[in-house]
């Protein structure tokens, strides 16, 4: 009997990429409208550098950028490029089709809800109000919360002693294969893979389901 569900937040229940994209798109314009002498697709993979050494949740990533691409900081450019992708992030903050009413069916139904994030804590919650997620989950655990990231076993131990229950009833819903699915699945923590919100065309979930839209969780948990 599944008497809990651990949801992964970024392309688990938030198109998170989706979102990223946009933004760093418009931030790129701007900087281009506010005098950049570079081209879009240029600042774009400027940009997509910086967040792969930095990591996706870096928050100066427009700082780095125009230090490394123009050995300083044009202090408009900057402000103009940051707007640009505050703007955009939020018009493109969304939640992947019937997420909240998933949600709602299962607290309905008394299942314990839970997310287990790597994002910072001050992001995480940001994204879970904005979104009116925020009374939904009994338990939010973040990065700062453990000071380790999935598939270290910290943050879903967490989780399950916050929750109060034990890892054959609960259910961890991802879309990284090596942190959510392996993570979970090595404390004995049912899995779920969200092959929806996959972003590296995974082969092999090696999970205990499989879902293509998140609907399909009330079926899952019901039986």
Do not use: C
């Amino acid at each position: 009997m599944i008497r809990a569900v651990i949801f992964d937040l970024d392309n688990t229940l938030i198109d998170f990429m989706r979102m990223k994209d946009e933004a760093v798109r418009a931030a790129a314009d701007a900087m281009v409208d506010a005098g950049l002498d570079m081209s879009r697709v240029e600042i774009v993979e400027g940009i997509e550098e910086v967040y792969r050494e930095k990591g996706i949740e870096y928050q100066k990533v427009f700082d780095d950028f125009l230090e490394r691409k123009t050995g300083g900081i044009n202090w408009k450019i900057l402000a103009s490029g940051v707007l640009a992708y505050r703007r955009s992030r939020e018009a493109h903050l969304v939640l992947y089709p019937h997420a909240h009413e998933t949600l709602v069916k299962l607290a309905k139904k008394g299942i314990r809800l839970a997310v287990v994030t790597d994002a910072p804590r001050r992001e995480a919650w940001l994204r879970l109000v904005k979104l009116g997620l925020h009374h939904l989950f009994d338990v939010v655990v973040t990065f700062e919360d453990t000071g380790k990231l999935k598939p270290d076993s910290a943050p879903f131990m967490r989780a399950l002693d916050l929750l109060a229950v034990e890892a054959g009833e609960t259910l961890m819903v991802g879309d990284w294969v090596e942190r959510d699915m392996v993570g979970a699945g090595k404390l004995g923590i049912r899995t779920a893979f969200a092959r929806y919100g996959d972003i590296f065309s995974s082969q092999e979930s090696g999970a205990d389901y499989e879902i293509d839209d998140i609907a399909e969780l009330i079926n899952i948990v019901e039986r």
